[in-house]
């Protein structure tokens, strides 16, 4: 198992439009290409701070590769 680690800062009032958003789209499988081979995601919260710490889980460093790529250019 591999995985992507990436920290996020912004507006505190936004967090939750946010994880709203990634968790309509792992519930509804829409993905965005490059990230279909994870295989979980871990999303940690400061809400006073405003920082949000993304842990992204791949199968194999294949995956990870791509999902990187894909994240990186989103």
């Given at each position: 198992?591999h995985?992507?680690?990436?920290t996020?800062?912004?507006?505190?009032?936004?967090?939750?439009?946010?994880?709203?958003?990634?968790?309509?789209?792992?519930?509804?499988?829409?993905?965005?290409?490059g990230?279909?081979?994870?295989?979980g995601?871990?999303?940690?919260v400061?809400?006073?701070?405003?920082?949000?710490l993304g842990?992204?889980?791949?199968p194999?460093?294949?995956?990870?590769?791509?999902?990187?790529?894909?994240?990186n250019?989103?």
């Amino acid at each position: 198992m591999h995985a992507r680690i990436a920290t996020f800062e912004g507006d505190s009032a936004t967090i939750d439009q946010m994880l709203d958003g990634i968790r309509e789209e792992v519930e509804n499988d829409r993905r965005p290409p490059g990230l279909e081979d994870a295989t979980g995601m871990m999303v940690l919260v400061d809400r006073e701070q405003g920082k949000t710490l993304g842990i992204t889980f791949f199968p194999d460093e294949d995956a990870l590769k791509r999902g990187d790529e894909a994240l990186n250019n989103g």
